[in-house]
């Protein structure tokens, strides 16, 4: 069954609208009628089951039966990745690491970062059309574009990594990550960061990891990170 995303429904809610782009999917791509069953997640655990009131394509409404708690990840991961020169790229990031597992994103300006400015809406879309389709009940935080500074000297908890390729003593990230963490990775621009970033980052306890023996892309980089936790949580 195809999930749905409404992120205001809570247990308070008896009958509700959808909007009228997923009414449309529903009605005219779907086929939905009057009395079929959809599911519709809050994107904060909750999964309900809701039956089909009215099947109009423009303001499709629904009720609610039955609402289903999910059990969140042990560990909460946090990636924090310099956008791209190419868009899409960055895009393909978000798509990837919402199916793979990510708690919240941070888009992160650095002093080699080409990008400058980002499309929050769009991302947005892109995260929320991701958890749908790969059916889970929590939708990951993204977060505005931050400055490298401002980041690394906010309150972070749990274990703190940047990958880079620099020169200097690195560890896999897979021999360095504990299952049922708080984690942050950090991941640079198509320049890499600048050795005083790095240095930065590592006087305030990041600790510098390698993710293989090959040269990767940032959006490679970020998405062998996110499976590579995925994988010590497994």
Request: aromatic fraction near 8%; hydrophobic fraction near 40%; charge should be neutral.
């Given at each position: 069954?195809?999930?749905?995303?409404?992120t205001?429904?809570?247990?308070?809610?008896k009958?509700?609208?959808?909007?009228p782009?997923e009414?449309?999917?529903?009605?005219?791509?779907?086929r939905?009628?009057a009395?079929d069953k959809?599911?519709?997640?809050n994107?904060r655990g909750?999964?309900f089951t809701a039956?089909i009131l009215?099947?109009?394509?423009?303001?499709?409404k629904?009720?609610?039966?039955?609402e289903?708690k999910?059990?969140p990840?042990?560990?909460?991961?946090?990636?924090?990745?310099?956008?791209?020169?190419?868009?899409?790229r960055f895009?393909?990031?978000?798509?990837?690491?919402?199916e793979?597992?990510?708690?919240?994103?941070t888009?992160?300006?650095?002093?080699?970062s080409?990008r400058?400015?980002?499309k929050p809406?769009?991302?947005?879309?892109?995260v929320q059309s991701?958890?749908?389709?790969?059916?889970?009940?929590?939708?990951?935080k993204?977060?505005?574009l931050?400055?490298?500074?401002e980041?690394?000297n906010?309150?972070?908890?749990?274990l703190?990594?940047?990958?880079?390729?620099?020169?200097g003593?690195k560890?896999?990230l897979?021999?360095?990550?504990?299952?049922d963490k708080d984690?942050v990775?950090?991941?640079?621009?198509e320049?890499?960061?600048?050795p005083?970033?790095?240095?930065k980052a590592?006087?305030l306890?990041?600790?510098?990891?390698?993710?293989?023996?090959n040269?990767?892309?940032?959006?490679?980089?970020?998405?062998v990170?996110?499976?590579?936790?995925?994988l010590?949580?497994?």
């Amino acid at each position: 069954m195809q999930l749905f995303l409404n992120t205001e429904l809570d247990n308070s809610f008896k009958q509700f609208f959808f909007t009228p782009e997923e009414s449309r999917h529903i009605v005219k791509v779907l086929r939905k009628v009057a009395g079929d069953k959809l599911e519709i997640t809050n994107g904060r655990g909750s999964v309900f089951t809701a039956k089909i009131l009215l099947a109009d394509p423009k303001k499709c409404k629904a009720q609610i039966e039955s609402e289903e708690k999910k059990i969140p990840r042990l560990y909460h991961l946090h990636l924090v990745v310099a956008p791209t020169k190419m868009n899409d790229r960055f895009e393909w990031f978000l798509e990837k690491a919402t199916e793979i597992g990510v708690d919240q994103i941070t888009p992160l300006l650095c002093e080699r970062s080409e990008r400058k400015t980002i499309k929050p809406e769009r991302y947005e879309r892109i995260v929320q059309s991701a958890t749908k389709q790969s059916y889970q009940a929590f939708l990951p935080k993204l977060n505005p574009l931050t400055t490298f500074d401002e980041f690394i000297n906010s309150e972070i908890e749990g274990l703190k990594f940047i990958a880079h390729c620099d020169e200097g003593e690195k560890l896999e990230l897979k021999r360095c990550v504990a299952p049922d963490k708080d984690i942050v990775i950090l991941i640079g621009p198509e320049g890499d960061f600048s050795p005083a970033e790095i240095k930065k980052a590592i006087d305030l306890g990041f600790r510098p990891v390698a993710l293989g023996k090959n040269r990767l892309r940032t959006e490679t980089a970020a998405i062998v990170a996110c499976h590579t936790v995925a994988l010590v949580n497994s």
